[in-house]
């Protein structure tokens, strides 16, 4: 079983950055595929990315596409999330998740019911 954490949230300014980290425990972290999901206030929860075991394969929604990053270093057990050029629309609690088969496929037709394990969020707030 692996634990997730997440840290790096915080306030920024619309235009700004920032990069989120997922730190993980367990010494088979390095096989699993990981996602990145965000819920805002009164909305669904959204995947908005994904890294599978390699680091190469990747998802992105088209809501984040060309300004997020996803990355992992598995020597660290983390995965990371940078984020660039942010919108007001991108505040939420953002949460890395690990996949119900730990090594589920990355593809565009990655899923979030493709995600089983939570890690507790870390909020983002983007003001203009």
């Known amino acids: 079983q692996v634990q997730l954490v997440e840290s790096g949230g915080g306030l920024v300014q619309a235009g700004g950055s920032l990069r989120l980290s997922c730190a993980a425990s367990?010494?088979?972290?390095?096989?699993?595929?990981v996602g990145w999901s965000r819920q805002a206030p009164g909305k669904e929860r959204e995947l908005i990315a994904a890294?599978?075991?390699?680091?190469?394969?990747?998802y992105y929604a088209d809501s984040v596409k060309d300004r997020f990053t996803i990355s992992r270093d598995n020597a660290k057990n983390t995965v990371y999330l940078q984020m660039n050029s942010l919108k007001p629309e991108d505040t939420a609690v953002y949460y890395c998740?690990?996949?119900?088969?730990?090594?589920?496929?990355?593809?565009?037709?990655?899923?979030?019911?493709?995600?089983?394990?939570w890690g507790q969020g870390t909020q983002v707030t983007v003001s203009t």
């Open positions: 367990g010494r088979t972290f390095s096989v699993y595929t």
């Open positions: 998740a690990t996949p119900y088969f730990s090594q589920a496929t990355v593809s565009p037709w990655t899923s979030i019911t493709d995600f089983g394990s």
């Open positions: 890294i599978d075991w390699s680091g190469g394969s990747t």
